[in-house]
């Protein structure tokens, strides 16, 4: 459901207010360009992924029936536009992820945990686009299976999946990484 300030900006914004899509915007541009950076791997495609997520949104806002959150169905237009740029592009290294790394140890050295974060960055842009969404979603921003479900437009069942074999794939490539004997492997813990 819409809270009702956002649904007056939405409704205002159908009739051709620009300013108050500008205030939807706002609200949303760090949360819509965090997400895209996190599946683009890099700033300058992260950019040109949200511009044209928000360019979408705007266009389609007469499609918008609030049946889902506002917030879900902006986020799912960004994915598909960070998705359809990651299929357009040549395969390449992807630039770090600021921020999206898990805690390290904190009696490594500067150089250790930024070495760690690194590999942690290159492990998660080398999976396959499908499953770094899901991990990106769930782990690194902490939405429900739900929510994810609700934007990448798929089974929850599917979404369980896709995050299984993300993070299976996650510890492979960072094994040498886990301290000795922890092979637990709980809900949310990864590599």
Same mark, same amino acid.
């Not at 960070?82 to 357009?88: E, K, L, M, T, Y």
């Given at each position: &459901?819409?809270?009702?300030?956002? &649904? ?5 914004? %159908? ?28 700033? @300058? ?13 705007? !266009? @389609? ?7 889902? @959150?506002?917030?879900? $169905? /902006? ?21 770090? /992820? ?7 140890? *904190? ?11 690194? %590999?942690?960055? !290159? ?13 990106? /979603?769930?782990?690194?921003?902490? $939405? ?10 798929? *089974? ?5 999946? !896709? ?15 886990? *301290? ?8 949310? @813990? $990864? *590599?």
């Amino acid at each position: &459901m819409v809270p009702d300030d956002e &649904m007056i900006l939405i409704d205002r914004s %159908r009739t051709g207010d620009t300013h108050a899509f500008d205030l939807l915007v706002a609200a949303y541009q760090d949360r819509v360009y965090h997400l895209v950076y996190r599946i683009t791997g890099n700033p @300058s495609d992260a950019q040109d992924a949200a511009q044209e997520a928000f360019v979408k949104a705007y !266009r @389609s806002l007469g499609t918008f029936r609030s049946q889902s @959150s506002f917030s879900t $169905w /902006l986020h799912r237009i960004a994915v598909n536009a960070a998705v359809d740029i990651v299929r357009r592009r040549r395969p390449r290294a992807a630039d770090p /992820l600021e921020g999206t790394a898990p805690a390290v140890d *904190p009696l490594a050295d500067g150089a250790e945990r930024v070495e760690i974060r690194e %590999r942690i960055h !290159r492990a998660i842009a080398a999976l396959p686009v499908d499953q770094r969404m899901v991990v990106i /979603l769930r782990d690194i921003q902490g $939405w429900t299976y739900e929510e994810i479900a609700g934007v990448i437009q798929a *089974p929850i069942g599917t979404v369980r999946s !896709r995050l299984a074999r993300a993070r299976e794939a996650l510890r492979a490539a960072l094994a040498d990484l886990a *301290p000795a004997g922890s092979g637990s492997r709980h809900e949310g @813990s $990864w *590599p």
